[in-house]
């Protein structure tokens, strides 16, 4: 990965910064966004940080755009960020819940996608990987706001894989379980985090699909999970 400018969405998340670390780790240049992130999040010479609200187009559009007026190029965008609710039927869903999990899980995905596809497209090594959800592949009560747009991303996702093939530009979607990060365990304290999915092992997965090993693997959905029966 060396060489390669790698932007890695909500990448001090419980998620996030295992997928943050393993790209530093190759010696990529990686530039970490989320609202509040800052250089001391990652303090090593190929970190960079990009504080941006991702809900917003034109902060996108100038994100982007910061990252092409620094670095000259965009080679892999890793699109994180997400949000969950839950708890609530469809009937008992407020506009707030409905609003933010439209958000975080698939606008905030366009916007990024459609302002650093044009860029992306002129890398030789171009790469789009986006988190889903294992969840939200079949219907679950209560999830109806989370799950509608989770699967919303793959559909856009997948387009975009098709619209960009000429290119060589693949464009995947992990789809993870359960994971072990600090607000699930606090979320659910009686769970038995070991069954959990390791966030360290769904960041190798994202990795190798950045990786040239994975460069004619595209259009794909791949669930990950932990020891949950
Ligand atoms: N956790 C799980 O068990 C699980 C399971 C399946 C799928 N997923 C998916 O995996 C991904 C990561 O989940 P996670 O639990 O690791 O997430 P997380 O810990 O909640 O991290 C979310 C990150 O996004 C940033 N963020 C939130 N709103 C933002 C905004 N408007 N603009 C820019 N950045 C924003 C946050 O940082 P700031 O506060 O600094 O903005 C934070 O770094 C998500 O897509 C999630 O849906 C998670």
Redesign the pocket.
């Given at each position: 990965m060396s060489g390669r400018v790698v932007l890695i969405?909500?990448?001090?998340?419980?998620?996030?910064s295992f997928v943050t670390q393993r790209f530093l780790a190759t010696g990529a240049t990686v530039v970490g966004?989320?609202?509040?992130?800052a250089p001391e999040d990652f303090p090593v010479p190929n970190f960079a940080a990009l504080p941006?609200?991702?809900?917003k187009a034109a902060a996108v559009d100038r994100a982007i755009g910061s990252i092409i007026d620094r670095y000259g190029r965009l080679d892999v965008l890793v699109h994180?960020?997400?949000?969950?609710a839950g708890g609530a039927s469809v009937a008992e869903t407020d506009d707030a819940t409905w609003e933010q999990m439209r958000?975080?899980?698939l606008t905030?995905a366009f916007y990024v996608l459609r302002a650093a596809i044009p860029h992306l497209r002129k890398s030789a090594a171009e790469r789009i990987v986006a988190?889903?959800?294992?969840?939200a592949l079949e219907p679950h009560a209560g999830l109806g706001a989370y799950l509608t747009f989770?699967s919303a991303l793959v559909s856009l996702v997948r387009t975009v894989a098709l619209e960009n093939k000429d290119a060589g530009l693949t464009a995947n979607v992990v789809?993870?379980?359960?994971?072990d990060?600090p607000?699930?365990r606090k979320a659910m304290p009686r769970a038995d985090f070991s069954k959990?999915?390791k966030?360290a092992d769904a960041a190798d997965l994202v990795l190798w699909l950045a990786d040239e090993r994975a460069a004619h693997i595209t259009e794909t959905l791949i669930p990950i999970d932990g020891a949950n029966p």
């Amino acid at each position: 990965m060396s060489g390669r400018v790698v932007l890695i969405t909500g990448a001090k998340g419980g998620l996030g910064s295992f997928v943050t670390q393993r790209f530093l780790a190759t010696g990529a240049t990686v530039v970490g966004a989320s609202r509040s992130i800052a250089p001391e999040d990652f303090p090593v010479p190929n970190f960079a940080a990009l504080p941006v609200d991702f809900t917003k187009a034109a902060a996108v559009d100038r994100a982007i755009g910061s990252i092409i007026d620094r670095y000259g190029r965009l080679d892999v965008l890793v699109h994180v960020l997400g949000g969950f609710a839950g708890g609530a039927s469809v009937a008992e869903t407020d506009d707030a819940t409905w609003e933010q999990m439209r958000d975080l899980n698939l606008t905030s995905a366009f916007y990024v996608l459609r302002a650093a596809i044009p860029h992306l497209r002129k890398s030789a090594a171009e790469r789009i990987v986006a988190i889903g959800s294992l969840t939200a592949l079949e219907p679950h009560a209560g999830l109806g706001a989370y799950l509608t747009f989770k699967s919303a991303l793959v559909s856009l996702v997948r387009t975009v894989a098709l619209e960009n093939k000429d290119a060589g530009l693949t464009a995947n979607v992990v789809l993870p379980g359960t994971m072990d990060t600090p607000a699930n365990r606090k979320a659910m304290p009686r769970a038995d985090f070991s069954k959990w999915l390791k966030p360290a092992d769904a960041a190798d997965l994202v990795l190798w699909l950045a990786d040239e090993r994975a460069a004619h693997i595209t259009e794909t959905l791949i669930p990950i999970d932990g020891a949950n029966p």
